[in-house]
């Protein structure tokens, strides 16, 4: 597939160049789009967590979604929609992290932050911070679990990374 080229702004030269290094020794034009582990994992956009590395898989072995804490939302139960009738998933990990943004600051701080610094109001924007990680974890495992288009043998497991060791800490999601 060609795409036609543009002229990116000079502070996307660094990224191009790493592009070009990268495709230079490119491995994975064999893989399909399908999870070839049978695994998504639901985690945080932080950029200390390389999902597929924490659970000794590589590129192809599954689906990866991502947002700010790792919440549960329409889009990600959207998306395990596709994953799971289309692209071999057959379980789901929810993983989210210790020191957590979204766990360290309830909502009012978040946007009172955002217009201090910046001076833009995103009290229109619910951010999905949590008070209790546990919990919030145990609810976003029982939403992807209850969500009645998603096929009812899906595995759904729920535990949190820690930035500061590498290990999964399973959650009880069954309680």
Do not use: W
Not at 55 to 84: E, F, Q
Not at 120 to 128: A, P, Q, S, Y
Not at 148 to 162: C, E, Q, R, T
Request: hydrophobic share 45%.
């Amino acid at each position: 597939m060609n795409v036609p080229s543009s002229n990116p702004p000079a502070e996307f030269d660094d990224i191009f160049a790493a592009n070009q290094a990268f495709a230079n020794s490119f491995e994975h034009s064999h893989l399909t789009g399908t999870a070839s582990r049978g695994l998504a994992i639901v985690t945080c956009m932080d950029s200390r967590i390389s999902p597929l590395a924490v659970v000794g898989m590589k590129a192809g072995d599954a689906k990866i979604l991502r947002n700010a804490g790792a919440r549960v939302t329409d889009d990600v139960l959207r998306t395990l929609v596709l994953a799971t009738y289309l692209l071999g998933v057959k379980r789901v990990l929810v993983m989210p992290h210790t020191d957590c943004r979204m766990a360290n600051n309830n909502e009012a701080e978040i946007h009172e932050m955002i217009d201090k610094q910046h001076g833009v109001d995103t009290r229109g924007i619910e951010f999905r911070t949590v008070d209790n990680q546990q919990s919030a974890l145990v609810d976003d495992v029982k939403s992807i679990r209850a969500f009645s288009i998603l096929p009812k043998d899906l595995v759904v497991v729920g535990a949190i990374y820690d930035v500061a060791t590498g290990l999964l800490n399973t959650v009880d999601c069954d309680s």
